[in-house]
């Protein structure tokens, strides 16, 4: 899901399930998963519909808070 999928949804009232965990291709890594209903899930991508990766959670959680992202979940 783009940034702009979530920003919008968000505004709208959807609520997610947000996890953040590792990133099994490069563990130095930290990825984004949004968890609805019926078992459904979506990555943060970005542009080209690559799934995003960020090297640390300080520079992740401002990109979720701009996002409209309240609660979160960390998998380590």
């Known amino acids: 899901m783009k940034r702009e999928d ?9 609520l997610f399930d947000t996890q ?4 099994p291709a490069n563990t130095a890594e ?3 998963m949004f968890k609805k209903g019926a078992g459904r899930s979506f ?10 990766a960020f ?3 300080d520079d992740l959680l401002p990109e ?4 409209g992202i309240k609660r979160i ?3 380590l």
């Open 43 to 52: 990555f943060l991508v970005d542009d080209a519909d690559q799934v995003e």
């Open 55 to 57: 090297s640390s959670l």
């Open 20 to 23: 953040i965990m590792v990133n």
């Open 64 to 67: 979720l808070r701009a996002l």
């Open 73 to 75: 979940e960390v998998q």
């Open 30 to 32: 930290w990825i984004v």
């Open 6 to 14: 979530v920003k919008h949804r968000t505004a709208q009232g959807v």
